[in-house]
């Protein structure tokens, strides 16, 4: 198993670009989640899905949008790109519904300027 | 809405030397999360607890989860260099997805 993958691992966006940040998963879990981590300021969650076709905002979703076409991918887009918008991503994924352990992905680390 | 929070941010120690970070919810937790995160790193479980009071050991650290189930700590015993890392609780209350504390920051001077 890969577990979880996420593409590009660094990415440089001008402001007002957008793009679409590649999260997937070969655990057949029905959890995914989009965190965001600041320096010194822990995860925050952005989006989150509880199965295919499902998704929920976290904490702090403006100015991203998720789909969960399948169970393995949860791509995170970004539109008109802002310089708060730098960050590093990661995706996460746990098996189900009730207190199991998150898997993370390897992140992405995004500058914008 | 929930809060975890940690402390403390950042803690130097000697080689050697024992470590501690604390966790605080502002609500009780239906269990609680550790994990480590090595620098560049992404951040990796180590443990969960679920039961009031609650003691789980793995070699040299020591996770303990509150009576009340509104607090939690990390102890490192005798440190080593590859303890070096960000230490982080998250918590669940109820069917909200999991809040994490903003991390210990643990360097290790050898």
């Known amino acids: 198993n890969a577990g979880v993958t996420q593409t590009p691992k660094f990415r440089i966006l001008k402001i007002g670009q957008s793009m679409t940040l590649q999260c997937a998963q070969d655990?057949?879990?029905?959890?995914m989640y989009w965190y965001r981590q600041d320096p010194g300021m822990g995860l925050k969650l952005i989006y989150y899905?509880?199965?295919?076709?499902?998704?929920d905002k976290g904490e702090v979703p403006n100015g991203y949008n998720v789909s969960r076409s399948t169970t393995e991918d949860f791509p995170l887009r970004l539109e008109l790109a802002a310089p708060s918008q730098t960050s590093v991503y990661f995706c996460?994924?746990?098996?189900?519904?009730?207190?199991?352990?998150?898997?993370f992905g390897p992140g992405t680390r995004l500058t914008v300027t | 809405g929930q809060q975890v929070m940690q402390i403390p941010q950042y803690q130097h120690v000697q080689e050697g030397e024992d470590f501690t970070t604390y966790c605080n919810s502002s609500?009780?937790?239906?269990?609680i999360q550790w994990y480590k995160q090595r620098p560049g790193g992404h951040p990796v479980f180590l443990i969960q607890?679920?039961?009031?009071?609650e003691v789980k050991k793995q070699k040299r650290l020591t996770f303990q989860f509150g009576e009340a189930k509104k607090n939690s700590s990390l102890h490192i015993t005798a440190t080593q260099t590859t303890d070096v890392g960000t230490y982080f609780c998250?918590?669940?209350?109820?069917?909200?997805?999991?809040?994490f504390g903003k991390g210990t920051r643990l360097s290790v001077i050898a």
């Open positions: 609500t009780t937790l239906s269990n």
């Open positions: 655990m057949n879990h029905n959890y």
């Open positions: 996460a994924s746990k098996i189900g519904t009730g207190a199991y352990e998150q898997y």
């Open positions: 899905s509880v199965g295919a076709g499902i998704t």
């Open positions: 607890l679920v039961k009031s009071g």
């Open positions: 998250a918590g669940h209350s109820g069917n909200t997805p999991l809040v």
